[in-house]
T-cell receptor, first 113, second 117 residues
Framework: QQQVKQSPQSLIVQKGGISIINCAYE??????FPWYQQFPGKGPALLIA?????SEKKEGRFTISFNKSAKQFSLHIMDSQPGDSATYFC????????????FGTGTKLQVIP | DTGVSQDPRHKITKRGQNVTFRCDPI?????LYWYRQTLGQGPEFLTY????????KSRLLSDRFSAERPKGSFSTLEIQRTEQGDSAMYLC???????????????FGPGTRLTVT
């Protein structure tokens, strides 16, 4: 049972372009939605997170958009740079539980010069 | 550096051997999580500690796996009688807990890459 669906599986974007990664969830108990960035051989690093009481959160070049009624959320990376090339995971957590997070399957982003 | 640390970073073992991994969380974090990540997949939850108490275990955690956090600080994950299917990256994460502010944010260590031959 895949509780968090992520797309696309891979993405190639030109430098300076916008990278968009989409996720959808099923469990309405989820109320915490982080995004993680992972480089090869490293652990995931928390990038940005949102709670369902807001529809958008922006931190630098990274923006999360959240649609509670559709149970969807997305990550936008503005002005994408080659250094952004990594695998990105969306995740969802339930603050009423033990706050473990359920991860999506990941999107491998390549930003080409 | 005050981040989550894991040891060893890499472990190669033969099938049937036992292995133990260690995780040192961020010092003020009272919640600790173990995840497993296989190639091309997202991390999957294995188990969770609040202080020294192990409060939840995934069905992925067979009886060959055991985890401890004896003094509510570092944690160990032991795999007995390893199988080739255990080959994966084992990740540890910690969070502050307490239900306020950014207490839910989990910070991951670099992981231990296990290869079972």
């Amino acid at each position: 049972q895949q509780q968090v669906k992520q797309s696309p599986q891979s993405l190639i974007v030109q430098k300076g372009g916008i990278s968009i990664i989409n996720c959808a969830y099923e469990n309405t108990a989820f109320d915490y939605f982080p995004w993680y960035q992972q480089f090869p051989g490293k652990g995931p690093a928390l990038l940005i997170a949102i709670r369902p009481d807001v529809s958008e959160k922006k931190e630098g070049r990274f923006t999360i958009s959240f649609n509670k009624s559709a149970k969807q959320f997305s990550l936008h990376i503005m002005d994408s740079q080659p250094g952004d090339s990594a695998t990105y995971f969306c995740a969802a957590g339930d603050s009423g539980g033990y706050q473990k997070v359920t991860f999506g399957t990941g999107t491998k982003l390549q930003v080409i010069p | 550096d005050t981040g989550v640390s894991q040891d060893p970073r890499h472990k190669i073992t033969k099938r049937g051997q036992n292995v133990t991994f260690r995780c040192d969380p961020i010092s003020e974090h009272n919640r600790l999580y173990w995840y497993r990540q296989t190639l091309g997949q997202g991390p999957e939850f294995l188990t969770y500690f609040q202080n020294e108490a192990q409060l939840e275990k995934s069905r992925l955690l067979s009886d060959r796996f055991s985890a401890e956090r004896p003094k509510g600080s570092f944690s160990t994950l032991e795999i007995q009688r390893t199988e080739q299917g255990d080959s994966a990256m084992y990740l540890c994460a910690s969070s502050l807990g307490g239900g306020r502010g950014r207490s839910y944010e989990q910070y991951f260590g670099p992981g231990t890459r296990l290869t079972v031959t």
